[in-house]
């Protein structure tokens, strides 16, 4: 909502092409140089010099402070009273809205300075760490299912005690996450909506004042942010590094008035543009169990990598059907989290459970420590405390890429059936030349009932930057949308689902080569792919869809999430845009 006060002087021309003495348009290097006007800020339609950019920071956070004292409610009566100020002189701009809001503040008066982080600091784009408890959800008192299954050990409950029947479980209704309706159909809208909070002044004045406040246009700060993160975007694709660096700092100015989820993701992004320009690439992989931990408080924030273990299992749990001696290779091991539910659907089969063997693959630790052998050791636990035969077998490699059939040591005549399962892993093979077919080649040669895979439904492995970038940019700003419902979520395990997924966007702008890993690819480039190398879709049930769409209810009653069917495999989406894809596949030659 805009209104023109009626004193204001006329807007300024473009700041691209001002009019000078002799008729021509000036440069923006002549403005800069008459006017000492910040060069990129005059683009989006603010007149700040840069000697001012430190004091006008500063008043961005009081300003900040100021509003967010403001309760949600109490504005209406005094919306009809409300006065806009020029905001193109942003720095007398910023001086009157503080002055609305506490007028015994003088002119000018505020916090300390505060310097400017440098764009080298990593801790001015994420938040440190903080240390937080691992909880698991206890959905042991909801009926998932309201009408009957085709299979009495149907997967009931699979986002449940996800850590071995972890006893810090607490009831599910204290546990739904609360979700706004919002629309993905664009960046600034999507992430905008629900930030476009009213201001209360009771706290500052008594309820019969009239005297008039400032709404701040959250949305068109959003639009401006995406334009400037375009702009840096295109710029680094031209290889105009100067002017990226100075949108980069644009774009960090523009990140600290946008709350909510736009300002988070452009801040991910501004890291990620900053260290692609200085060539600051990741020295060395973050540590892994520093990673899986990342991983968890994903797991546990929102219904993500649930769906995905859920729809895998279910599928995997109808191929062993009937079988006696069942055995899954994991190419995803890490904690161990997607198997406890599948081992105690196995454990209420008709007849008895069969006997399980598991085999869990995964990266070296960095302490040496074998990780993979814990996990194992809860397993076996959890096995006995349910009565099911159960063996464990760890695998450490490097890259799936240095599997062999061999070594997995699969023994066709003590077991009835395999399954070999994927979630989140094959895009880094994307990364190696030849490395997705070796390891196509090797599940191939395993002869698997079924193989699972779990991706992320998005193209971020294309040749041309500015492509990848956008499409990593409409997908992430949906991811931390859809992150921004989940207010009963903690904020320390909301914080760091944010920073595994500004690993994510790090790896995908900054990186290049062998070091971008983050490769991801749609469920049409997979199914290509997998079609080459002789598997054919093995079609997920509608049991799985079923009970994946029960799942998505516990999460505030699956408002926002979307589950779909696309030609026998399943996708999880916030509204309209797919985010996570399940497929199971076999091979052609054992129809």
Known sequence: ????????????????????????????????????????????????????????????????????????????????????????????????????????????????????PSVFDDSSFIAPAESSTITSLDFSHQRVLEEPSTSDYDLKAIPGKAMYGANNSQNSSNNYLSLSSASASSLSSSTTTRENKRLKTSEFYPPESTRPIVLADSQE????????????????????????????????????????????????????????????????????????????????????????HFTANQAIL?????????????????????????????????????????????PPAADNTDQLQQVGWKLAQLAESIHVEFEYRGFVANSLADLDASMLEIKPSEVDSVAVNSVFELHKLLAQPGAIDKVLSVVKNIK??????????????????????????????????????????????????????????????????????????????????????????????????KQASMLLALFAGGDGYKVEENNGCLTLGWYTRPLIATSAWKLAAKR
């Open 448 to 545: 698997p009932d079924i193989f699972t895979v779990a991706e992320q439904e998005a193209n971020h492995n294309g040749p041309v930057f500015l492509d990848r970038f956008t499409e990593s940019l409409h997908y992430y700003s949906t991811m931390f949308d859809s992150l921004e419902g989940s207010v009963n979520s903690p904020e320390n395990h909301k914080a760091m689902t944010e920073a595994y997924l500004g690993n994510q966007i790090c790896n995908v702008v900054a990186c290049e080569g062998a070091d971008r890993v983050e490769r991801h690819e749609t469920l049409a480039q997979w199914r290509t792919r997998f079609g080459s190398a002789g598997f054919i879709p093995a079609h997920i049930g509608s049991n799985a869809y």
């Open 318 to 362: 109808e191929a062993f059907d009937g079988k006696r001696r069942v055995h899954v290779i994991d190419f995803s091991m890490n904690q161990g989290m997607q198997w406890p539910a599948l081992m105690q659907a196995l454990a209420l089969r008709p007849g008895g459970p069969p006997a399980f063997r598991l085999t869990g693959i995964g």
């Open 1 to 116: 909502m805009k209104r023109e006060h009626s004193q204001l002087d006329p807007p300024p021309p473009p700041p691209s092409c001002v009019a000078g003495p002799s008729g021509k348009g000036k440069t923006w290097e002549e403005e800069q140089t008459d006017g000492g006007m910040d060069e990129l800020l005059a683009v989006l339609g603010y007149n700040v010099r840069s000697s001012d950019m430190v004091e006008v920071a500063q008043k961005i956070e009081q300003l900040e402070e100021a509003m967010g004292a403001f309760q949600a409610d109490g504005i209406n009566h005094l919306a009809s009273d409300t006065v806009h100020y020029d905001p193109s002189n942003l720095c007398t701009w910023l001086e009157s809205m503080l002055t609305e809001f506490n007028p015994t503040m003088p002119a000018g008066l505020g916090l300390d300075p505060v310097p400017a």
């Open 221 to 308: 700060n959003g639009i401006r942010l995406v334009h400037a993160l375009m702009a840096c975007a295109e710029a680094v694709q031209q290889n105009n590094l100067t002017l990226a660096e100075a949108f980069v700092k644009q774009i960090r100015f523009l990140a600290v008035s946008q709350a909510g989820a736009m300002g988070k993701v452009a801040t991910h992004f501004a890291e990620a543009l900053a260290r692609r320009i200085y060539g600051l690439y990741p020295q060395s992989p973050i540590d892994h169990s520093f990673s899986e931990l990342l991983e968890m408080q994903f797991y546990e924030t929102c219904p993500y990598l649930k769906f995905a």
